[in-house]
């Protein structure tokens, strides 16, 4: 599964921005979703979204503001990130994966995709 994302750049903090993954190929699996890694931090778990139905899963720090979105027939995912802080900047990378959802462990979302994009840049200025 190749996945290629678009959309990313630079905003004002408190603005928005939309960034887009789309599978070249048709994507079967059970979800796709967004992590993002800012400089000097591990990688974390953003949002995702069950391919089978409306299940959505979001981290702590992004929920209420993102809104993550798919359109199977288009084989894509989205992320739209509103109210945006600085905190958000970081490269944005699109994952798959054929069999397993994001799981809650209590504090966090554990999720282990198999599939990932190039990554994406977004930054907020100040």
């Known amino acids: 599964v190749q996945l290629v994302e678009s959309g990313g750049g630079l905003v004002q903090a408190g603005g928005s921005l939309r960034i887009s993954c789309t599978s070249v190929?048709?994507?079967?699996?059970?979800?796709m979703g967004w992590f993002r890694q800012a400089p000097g931090k591990e990688r974390e778990f953003v949002a995702a979204?069950?391919?089978?139905?409306?299940?959505?899963y979001y981290s702590d720090a992004v929920r209420g503001r993102f809104i993550v979105s798919k359109d199977t027939a288009k084989n894509s995912v989205y992320l739209q990130m509103n109210n945006l802080r600085v905190e958000d900047t970081a490269v944005y990378y699109c994952a798959a994966d054929e069999e397993a959802l994001p799981r809650y462990t209590g504090s966090y979302y554990l999720w282990r995709p198999d599939h990932w994009g190039q990554g994406i840049q977004v930054t907020v200025s100040s």
């Open positions: 190929r048709a994507f079967t699996g059970t979800a």
């Open positions: 979204k069950s391919w089978r139905d409306d299940t959505y």
